[in-house]
């Protein structure tokens, strides 16, 4: 199956669905089709900032700088744009249904769903301290290895 592009979703943006593409991004660099991946906020709260520094040091302690990316909220295009759309939780997903557009050709999946087959949320660690991060860390490095693999 040909690599698919994806965009990963969260709420804002900057904690969870950066280090998700930095991850990703990450784990495909040396492949000989790197998909085109890349991550955006239900929000606008944080567009044009960087991630949250909690979520560039626990990248950084990984190996993997995801300081340079900027939040964006997502769009109507992405929804033609991706093949995959990967929300982070079951509330993002929703938002996202409510937008998608009738003709999208996106497939809107829940990221553990695809990764894990559970319908699991990737906490939002926004009000929680660095091992909370470090957590969501550890998810979404196992769950995108697994999609990674699915693909390969
Ligand atoms: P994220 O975390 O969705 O993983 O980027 C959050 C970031 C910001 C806010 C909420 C969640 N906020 O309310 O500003």
Known sequence: ???PSILFVCLGNICRS???EGIYRHLTIRTSEKPVIAS???GNWHVGNPPDKRSIKIAA???I???RQRARQVTQEDFYAFDLILAMD???LARLETLKPENAT???QLFAGLAFGTNQDVPDPYYGDLSDFEEVYTMLFSGCSAVVSKFE
């Open 90 to 92: 079951g509330s993002n």
């Open 1 to 3: 199956m040909p690599a």
């Open 40 to 42: 955006a906020g239900i």
């Open 18 to 20: 950066p280090l998700a």
């Open 65 to 67: 700088d995801i300081s």
């Open 61 to 63: 302690a990984h190996g």
């Open 106 to 108: 996106a497939s809107l």
